[in-house]
């Protein structure tokens, strides 16, 4: 999913990712339309490559922060600093899936989103927001001060509640942070996990999801 949302942004003007059954399967019970169950979406065999890249997830050990205004200013979140945030964004086509509401419900739950940040909740589709509220992370998001926008796009791209005002940083689990696409060309969006979105809130800054998790079992 990463891959194909941030291709453009890696100089490609098409991408294309392997398919598998288990997309395949996900979108059949999805979807009216009848889809070819065929993983035939895969490159040439005798295909030729400029150049591979392998990169192994598992030596990040701590959470990445994308800083105004590229997706690829990348650093570490103990790098940052202090960064008070005025508007934390959770959802949309990117991070708005179930369990990503999941990991912030139970961040936030018992607690208040700080008074000088907005927490804005946006599920990915209408199915993931139905089984949210009957899951209860809507209800914990709400009664930690969040707000719940409509399923699909939000503020990411311009519209819906949560358009950054001059001045204002956001926090954000959207997948771009491009100068004013979130609202006033004075405004800085930071991009971050849902976890660290949902701590940020809580804390009135960028910040680590254990620091809130600390907090609330002292």
Same mark, same amino acid.
Request: net charge negative.
């Given at each position: 999913m990463v891959l194909a949302n941030l291709s453009m942004e890696m100089g490609a003007k098409v991408a294309f990712t *392997? #398919?598998?059954? #288990?997309l395949l399967d996900y979108l059949a019970e999805r979807t009216a339309r009848k889809i070819p169950m065929t993983t035939?979406?895969? *490159?040439?065999p005798d295909a030729d490559y400029e150049q591979i890249l392998r990169i192994d997830a598992s030596e990040i050990v701590e959470p990445q922060v994308a800083c105004p205004h590229a997706v690829d200013q990348v650093v570490p979140l103990s790098k940052l600093g202090e960064v008070p945030v005025h508007q934390a964004v959770l959802g949309s086509c990117t991070n708005g899936r179930l369990e990503d509401l999941e990991v912030a419900a139970s961040l936030v739950s018992g607690q208040r989103v700080h008074p000088r940040?907005?927490?804005?909740v946006i599920p990915a589709s209408q199915h993931i927001l139905l089984e949210a509220i009957r899951l209860g992370y809507i209800q914990q998001l709400v009664a930690a001060g969040a707000m719940i926008n409509p399923p699909g796009c939000g503020p990411c791209v311009g519209v819906h509640q949560g358009i950054l005002a001059a001045g204002e940083t956001c926090i954000s689990s959207t997948n771009r942070n491009f100068h004013g696409r979130m609202g006033s060309k004075d405004s800085k969006v930071y991009l971050a996990s849902p976890a660290v979105v949902a701590a940020s809130a809580i804390a009135g800054r960028i910040a680590h999801p254990d620091e809130i998790v600390t907090q609330e079992a002292a």
């Open positions: *392997p #398919v598998d059954y #288990v035939d979406f895969e *490159p040439d940040t907005r927490l804005i």
